[in-house]
Nanobody
Framework: VQLQAYGGGLVQAGGSLRLSCAASGRTFGSSVMGWFRQAPGKEREFVAGMRWNGAGKKYAESVEGRFALSRDNAKNTVHLQMNNLQLEDTARYYC????????????WGPGTLVTVSS
């Protein structure tokens, strides 16, 4: 599975952005799509994830209630709507795919940069 994330940019605190992750190749309903982020000088952290069929949505506590996952089956794309962005949300965001039965994410996109300014 090949992934391409896009939609990052510069936004003021309190603003919104929608990230998208387009997948090409074989995906299955029970495979998992995840979003991760890595800020400068910090380790990569989980942000949100769900099964490709839309079930099992999970969010990091730091984004719960502000970020929301959705999918567009026709375009084989998963979206991450990010609202009320805060300075600490500044990071490079990556989408990743975990195949059915896989123990870890096995495909990663190149990432898209989100910068939140005050």
């Amino acid at each position: 599975v090949q992934l391409q994330a896009y939609g990052g940019g510069l936004v003021q605190a309190g603003g919104s952005l929608r990230l998208s992750c387009a997948a090409s190749g074989r995906t299955f309903g029970s495979s998992v799509m995840g979003w991760f982020r890595q800020a400068p000088g910090k380790e990569r952290e989980f942000v949100a994830g769900m099964r490709w069929n839309g079930a099992g949505k999970k969010y990091a506590e730091s984004v719960e209630g502000r970020f929301a996952l959705s999918r567009d089956n026709a375009k084989n794309t998963v979206h991450l709507q990010m609202n009320n962005l805060q300075l600490e949300d500044t990071a490079r965001y990556y989408c990743a795919h975990k195949g059915v039965g896989a123990s870890d994410y096995d495909s990663w996109g190149p990432g898209t940069l989100v910068t939140v300014s005050s």
